[in-house]
């Protein structure tokens, strides 16, 4: 400690602006056309930005453990005099607390209890909000407000009943809540007034991992449901879909441009569905080459149980590494349900994606890329 000290202080002689010490669970917010933003998450949900937009934390921290999204640290840096962030972070400034934790309850139900906050500036800045308590409600639970309908609805059907919002414990407020109430929910979720779609050039922003969502008022942002289904996944370590080696191009999935369920790869990544009989680890022993392989495979509209096949390519030399391995995950797509939106371009056909092996919240960014193509009759 007292080495890490002496090189702290070296650095902040040449260095304009101080030395702080920041504590905290590492988070990322893509601010989508205007790139991303590290942050820091403090215990009692304070958001403090980590360094100025495009300064990444280290791999490694000083002992050469790993520094993942997720994981909790603390470092020390140079700031800028400023914007009072920091300038620059080194690994030997770096020191894992925690390891990341997996941000999904594979196997298990999650019963999001969400509060959503409607954000009113009229008294500040003249920028108030239109949307109420009962539209909030409305639009999350449905016109009956018990969860039978609106984003619920999709949730429960995406994920095949395994994600859900607590039609109970939900609630949407424009008035200010005490702390102790506060953190009786597991998530939220901030709308935006009206007039900050022509400030703030996205529809939708979240915590990668974290429990925090920001939405505009618009109906791009907090009322459509594939909106606000990304940006919940994203809190649980997905990234956007990528198609053609363009970000947000998959317009077979929520996760990318689409209003449609996650594909095959996010649905077996947050736990929601799994492979078919002897399909979840084809490779170069199972699957070898000049041999036909048959498999059924229901349409993932219809069920989570054994729809899809998932393919580790281990005959190539990429494959040989973490940092390049990919899988690839086959399924069928039928416009119905929750897929009831999809174009004819990915429904009904075949799909295939491939992502990254490594765990959703590496500091490298797991993305599933996306091929529809037609089905064999």
Same mark, same amino acid.
């Given at each position: 400690?007292?080495? $890490? ?6 650095? /902040? ?12 669970? +590492?988070?990322?917010?893509?601010? &989508? ?19 100025? !937009? ?41 020191? +894992? ?7 999904? #309850? ?8 969400? @509060? ?14 239109? $949307? ?40 949407? %407020?424009?008035? @200010? ?14 709308? $935006? ?11 939708? $922003? /979240? ?18 449901? #594939?909106?606000? *289904? ?7 370590? @997905?990234? &956007? ?13 929520? *996760? ?13 990544? *947050? ?5 078919? /009989? ?52 086959? =399924?069928? !797509? ?5 897929? =009831? ?15 990254? %092996? #490594?765990?959703? /919240?590496?500091? #490298? ?8 193509? +037609?089905?064999?009759?």
């Amino acid at each position: 400690m007292v080495m $890490l000290a002496s090189v702290v202080r070296s650095r /902040a002689a040449s260095t304009p602006g101080c030395v702080k010490k920041l504590q905290g669970q +590492l988070a990322l917010v893509d601010m &989508h056309e205007a790139g991303q933003e590290f942050v820091l998450v403090g215990d009692g949900g304070k958001i403090t930005p980590l360094a100025a !937009r495009g300064v990444k934390p280290p791999k490694k921290d000083k002992d050469g453990n790993d520094v993942e999204l997720g994981a909790v640290v603390e470092l020390s840096c140079p700031t800028d005099p400023v914007t009072g962030q920091c300038s620059y972070i080194d690994s030997n400034d770096t020191a +894992l607390i925690r390891g990341a934790a997996t941000p999904t #309850a594979v196997g298990k139900p999650i019963s999001q209890k969400l @509060l959503v906050m409607i954000i009113d500036y009229s008294g500040t800045c003249g920028q108030a909000a239109n $949307l109420t308590e009962a539209d909030a409600r409305a639009l999350y639970l449905g016109a009956a407000g018990d969860g039978s309908g609106g984003h619920a609805l999709k949730f429960e059907q995406c994920s095949y009943g395994s994600f859900t919002i607590n039609a109970t414990a939900f609630t949407a %407020i424009r008035a @200010l809540l005490g702390t102790a109430a506060f953190f009786d929910f597991s998530h939220y979720t901030y709308v $935006l007034p009206p007039g900050y779609e022509s400030i703030c050039r996205w529809s939708g $922003l /979240a915590l990668l991992p974290g429990k925090q969502t920001w939405l505009q008022t618009s109906s791009y942002g907090v009322r459509r449901w #594939a909106t606000v *289904m990304q940006e919940t996944i994203h809190n649980y370590g @997905l990234w &956007h879909s990528w198609q053609n080696g363009v970000e947000y191009e998959d317009a077979s999935t929520s *996760m990318g441009r689409g209003n449609a369920c996650p594909n095959a790869a996010e649905i077996s990544r *947050m736990g929601w569905a799994s492979p078919a /009989a002897s399909g979840g680890s084809l490779n170069a022993t199972s699957m070898p080459a000049g041999a036909a392989v048959t498999f059924s495979l229901p349409a993932t509209y219809l069920t989570g149980s054994g729809n899809y096949l998932r393919v580790r390519p281990n005959w190539l030399a990429s494959y040989g590494s973490a940092l390049t391995a990919k899988n690839v995950y086959i =399924a069928l !797509r039928v416009g119905r349900v929750g897929d =009831a939106a999809l174009s004819t371009s990915y429904a009904p056909r075949v799909n295939v994606h491939e992502a990254a %092996i #490594a765990a959703p /919240a590496s500091a #490298a960014q797991p993305k599933a890329t996306g091929t529809p193509v +037609l089905p064999q009759a």
